[in-house]
């Protein structure tokens, strides 16, 4: 079956680092994204990662490795509005996003 | 960038009748549309995917009668809940796609529904 794991709630510190890692099992790979998801809205997209690396985006950072089905989006500075659930999906051999259950970061003072 | 409007935001029903969601591509053709459903502190799970000018593709445990998705145009899809219940209040997401994903995905603003 297809497979996406991820930390169910994490918790970091205004002006901190924090990496949120995701593992999948999938049919196929053509792709890895993140979303960013604040409650009682719509996702939106923060990366994408095809190639294995790292993508640096301003705060944000997504890392892939396609052989070890493994990813992490690195937050750097971090600030409260970064208070949020991370989506790990993976676009399969279909074209299907399978998505994981969402990892909640909550930002402390 | 690409933008998806769906309206409405939200929307209030009496148990028994349907409420329509509409879902619109406005810079751009979305060829295929997917309608998500995300109840409270879970992630999103796919109801159903729509290629325009299609019947639509319905995962598995969605009932098809119940939830109408209509895609007769390269900007809009709609997603019909017929005969609601409050075990159908949700928040409902549509997302579109460009070439299958290869240009990523966009997602529409949610529409929380709620039957009483």
């Known amino acids: 079956g297809q497979n996406i794991d991820q930390p169910t709630e994490m918790t970091a510190t205004e002006g901190a680092i924090v990496q949120i890692n995701c593992t999948y099992q999938?049919?196929?790979?053509?792709?890895l994204f993140w979303y960013q998801q604040h409650a009682g809205e719509a996702p939106t997209f923060l990366s994408y990662?095809?190639l294995d690396g790292l993508e640096e985006k301003g705060r944000f950072s997504s890392f892939l490795s396609r052989s070890k089905g493994y990813s992490y989006l690195l937050l750097k500075e971090l600030q409260m509005k970064d208070s949020a659930s991370y989506l790990c999906?993976?676009?399969?051999?279909?074209?299907?996003?399978?998505w994981g259950a969402g990892t909640k970061l909550i930002i402390k003072p | 960038g690409a933008v998806v409007s769906q309206h409405p935001s939200w929307v209030i029903c009496k148990s028994g009748t349907s409420v329509k969601i509409e879902c619109r591509s406005l810079?751009?053709?979305?060829?295929?549309m997917f309608w998500y459903r995300q109840f409270p502190k879970q992630s999103l799970m796919l109801m159903a995917t729509?290629?325009?000018?299609?019947?639509?593709?319905?995962e598995q445990g969605v009932e098809k009668d119940k939830f109408l998705i209509n895609h007769a145009s390269l900007t809009l899809s709609t997603l019909t809940v017929t005969s609601a219940h409050p075990e159908d209040s949700s928040f409902y997401i549509c997302?579109?796609?460009?070439?299958?994903?290869?240009?990523?995905?966009?997602f529409g603003s949610g529409t929380r529904l709620t039957v009483v």
């Open positions: 997302s579109a796609s460009l070439r299958q994903g290869l240009y990523g995905y966009t």
């Open positions: 810079d751009f053709q979305a060829t295929t």
């Open positions: 729509s290629n325009e000018g299609s019947k639509a593709t319905y």
């Open positions: 999938t049919s196929g790979f053509n792709g």
């Open positions: 990662n095809v």
């Open positions: 999906a993976v676009s399969d051999s279909n074209y299907q996003l399978i």
